[in-house]
């Protein structure tokens, strides 16, 4: 295909919570409250004064106001900055008055404030003080010399309406005197029209959480998702089984491709996580043929790209102490899952908002080994959940096995393939963090490779396990790991299994707001049982740039060497035509937030001396990718 074509391109209620708040404002005695009355008010009261009081709903508010959650002040504060920019046109009229005069003022309604010196307010402590309709903020101030909106201290004003209500209903009207009720009255008919809209509000917010309740997903799980779209090209040859072939120019074509993933969180005690993953999608990767993996992207992460709706993941994780965590491993569990991989901004857990390729993700040590298992974090910083300190070492180690599920013979939990894996974290200071990582595994014939436990042998149409990572010769062992002898389909099986132990260090550095520098290094030392020894190696550091041009988006750098085959020792000539050039990964990516749900991510990955040979050109890959998250 042409070009041409990518040259174009590259958000209680509370009018009861509302009390919390009313409270605060109260800084005048009982006995001075009591004076303004009878100066203003008849302290005779009729039965049917009595009666209006009594028609007020009992809503034991007095119980919903001392339970009050502290999340209702921030509600109440909000209904009192929009009581300072009223819109209601019968609420306008109520602070004309306050225009027309800068004189004293006789009426609360003419006030758009109550001020600590008002006869409402001052009236109203004092029935707070009598009959505890309003507690203090849950920090146990009082907060007296506050001012209050006309909203707060009308919600103050229903909390006693409420109160007094209660009295009045249960026969002891006796403990309410003639004086309050009258104060009561008098408060109510001022704040009539605060009243009337507080009580429309909290029927509007019960109506609207019970039809929340009614139609919520689930109470104890949250469901999130990701959905890749990515355009993608490879730009020069192609090759097969390490060697390019001259007649087969450009064979890899532009295409679509898509990944969809949901994942479902939940929660039984609010520390613990069942993480369960569904994916499926089509995006295949290129070089197939060749047992390649250098350059894959993160979305060609996939069992089958065939569409097939798949459980991805499942594991459980929760706290023993509060220093130790524990992860039980049911399906395609990784070590990233448990294990800090310091690789930030760049790792996403192989979706859509990090680095383009896998390689970019995190170390390849990460990528050997995986399936079912334990997994454990400890963090050296607590000895008990009363002696918690800040400690800057933390340990996280497991043991995940490929085959844990399968019965058979030389497979299950402990006789088929597994990996164990230990790393000491170190963080010195906020900004910086190293760790030192060690991983021991076992691989049965055809089921190396740097794929997090997939144990794939053979992959589709008759190519090599590429991994998702490193060179061909890297994951197949040159295919002596690959049920070949001549690493071509239909050969002979003179495949071993294959012993390792992996040692790698990696470091996280924020050099500022705006970079932070990654790095890694990883060594190999492996056996091919009864057949020879052979060693590997992966190197690379990236760059990114949080926040470039936009909050949200990030800007990134890939250079190292993904995991090559570095010497072979087996006898009878089977190392013959390993090629041991330095094949580099080059890769540049700009992540374009363009909504808190959408972001456009294109890039370059470059690989020169593809699978460790100067004879290939290099690998060019293009890529326009478009995650949707929500």
């Known amino acids: 295909m042409s070009k041409k074509f990518w040259n174009c391109l590259l958000f209680s209620p509370a009018v009861l919570g509302a009390t919390l708040v009313a409270s605060s404002a109260a800084v005048a005695t009982e006995s001075q409250s009591a004076n303004l009355v009878a100066q203003s008010q008849d302290t005779s009261i009729e039965t049917q004064e009595i009666e209006l009081l009594a028609q007020v709903p009992g809503t034991n508010s007095a119980n919903s106001v001392a339970n009050a959650p502290a999340t209702t002040i921030r509600q109440i504060n909000r209904y009192g900055r929009e009581g300072r920019n009223l819109r209601q046109p019968s609420l306008r009229n109520l602070n004309r008055g306050r225009r027309k005069t800068k004189g004293q003022v006789t009426s609360v309604s003419q006030l758009s404030d109550v001020q600590p010196t008002d006869w409402a307010f001052q009236a109203l402590q004092s029935l707070v003080e009598r009959y505890g309709c309003i507690v203090g903020y849950p920090d146990g101030t009082y907060r007296g010399n506050r001012a209050l909106t006309r909203f707060e201290f009308a919600a103050?004003?229903?909390?006693?309406?409420?109160?007094?209500?209660?009295?009045?209903?249960?026969?002891?009207?006796?403990?309410?005197?003639?004086?309050?009720?009258?104060?009561?009255?008098?408060?109510?008919?001022?704040?009539?029209?605060?009243?009337?809209?507080?009580?429309?509000?909290?029927?509007?917010?019960?109506?609207?959480?019970?039809?929340?309740?009614?139609?919520?997903?689930?109470?104890?799980?949250?469901?999130?998702?990701?959905?890749?779209?990515?355009?993608?090209?490879?730009?020069?040859?192609?090759?097969?089984?390490?060697?390019?072939?001259?007649?087969?120019?450009?064979?890899?074509?532009?295409?679509?491709?898509?990944?969809?993933?949901?994942?479902?969180?939940?929660?039984?005690?609010?520390?613990?996580?069942?993480?369960?993953?569904?994916?499926?999608?089509?995006?295949?990767?290129?070089?197939?043929?060749?047992?390649?993996?250098?350059?894959?992207?993160?979305?060609?992460?996939?069992?089958?790209?065939?569409?097939?709706?798949?459980?991805?993941?499942?594991?459980?994780?929760?706290?023993?102490?509060?220093?130790?965590?524990?992860?039980?491993?049911?399906?395609?569990?990784?070590?990233?899952?448990?294990?800090?991989?310091?690789?930030?901004?760049?790792?996403?857990?192989?979706?859509?908002?990090?680095?383009?390729?896998?390689?970019?993700?995190?170390?390849?040590?990460?990528?050997?080994?995986?399936?079912?298992?334990?997994?454990?974090?400890?963090?050296?910083?607590?000895?008990?959940?009363?002696?918690?300190?800040?400690?800057?070492?933390?340990?996280?180690?497991?043991?995940?096995?490929?085959?844990?599920?399968?019965?058979?013979?030389?497979?299950?939990?402990?006789?088929?393939?597994?990996?164990?894996?230990?790393?000491?974290?170190?963080?010195?200071?906020?900004?910086?963090?190293?760790?030192?990582?060690?991983?021991?595994?076992?691989?049965?014939?055809?089921?190396?490779g740097y794929d997090d436990g997939a144990a794939t042998g053979l992959g589709d149409n008759g190519s090599l396990n590429s991994g998702f990572v490193g060179t061909g010769a890297a994951n197949t062992i040159f295919g002596l790991n690959a049920e070949l002898n001549d690493r071509r389909p239909g050969s002979v099986n003179i495949a071993q299994p294959v012993s390792t132990n992996a040692y790698g260090v990696q470091m996280s550095w924020r050099a500022a707001d705006w970079v932070t520098i990654n790095g890694f290094g990883m060594y190999l030392d492996g056996k091919l049982i009864g057949l020879g020894d052979f060693e590997q190696w992966s190197y690379g550091a990236n760059i990114a740039f949080p926040d470039l041009f936009k909050e949200g988006s990030l800007g990134g750098i890939v250079v190292g060497r993904e995991p090559y085959m570095n010497e072979l020792d087996v006898p009878n000539g089977l190392a013959s035509g390993l090629r041991q050039d330095m094949s580099w990964h080059i890769e540049a990516f700009y992540k374009y937030q363009v909504t808190d749900n959408i972001s456009i991510t294109p890039g370059v990955t470059v690989i020169t001396n593809a699978n460790q040979d100067d004879d290939n050109d290099e690998l060019i890959i293009g890529t326009i990718r478009t995650t949707f998250q929500f």
């Open 156 to 448: 103050g004003v229903n909390a006693c309406l409420d109160r007094i209500t209660e009295l009045l209903q249960a026969a002891i009207a006796d403990t309410v005197s003639r004086e309050d009720l009258a104060i009561l009255q008098r408060l109510q008919e001022e704040f009539s029209a605060e009243l009337a809209i507080l009580r429309g509000r909290v029927d509007a917010l019960e109506a609207r959480a019970a039809e929340l309740e009614a139609n919520q997903f689930s109470t104890t799980t949250k469901l999130r998702g990701e959905v890749i779209f990515a355009l993608v090209d490879n730009f020069e040859d192609q090759g097969q089984y390490g060697t390019f072939n001259d007649n087969t120019q450009d064979e890899d074509q532009t295409v679509f491709q898509y990944r969809v993933r949901l994942d479902f969180n939940t929660s039984f005690s609010g520390e613990d996580l069942l993480f369960t993953r569904l994916q499926a999608g089509n995006a295949q990767a290129f070089n197939q043929k060749i047992a390649e993996a250098e350059g894959q992207q993160t979305f060609n992460i996939l069992k089958d790209a065939d569409e097939t709706v798949e459980l991805d993941k499942l594991f459980y994780k929760f706290p023993v102490r509060d220093n130790i965590r524990v992860t039980i491993a049911a399906n395609k569990v990784s070590w990233y899952d448990f294990v800090p991989t310091l690789n930030p901004y760049m790792e996403d857990y192989d979706g859509g908002s990090g680095s383009l390729s896998a390689f970019g993700q995190r170390s390849p040590i990460y990528r050997l080994g995986g399936g079912k298992g334990l997994g454990i974090e400890y963090d050296f910083g607590c000895k008990d959940q009363y002696a918690c300190s800040y400690s800057p070492f933390s340990l996280s180690f497991g043991y995940l096995a490929a085959e844990g599920e399968d019965p058979r013979e030389g497979k299950g939990l402990f006789n088929g393939d597994y990996a164990a894996l230990a790393q000491l974290t170190f963080t010195p200071i906020k900004n910086f963090q190293i760790g030192l990582t060690y991983n021991k595994g076992y691989f049965g014939p055809g089921n190396f």
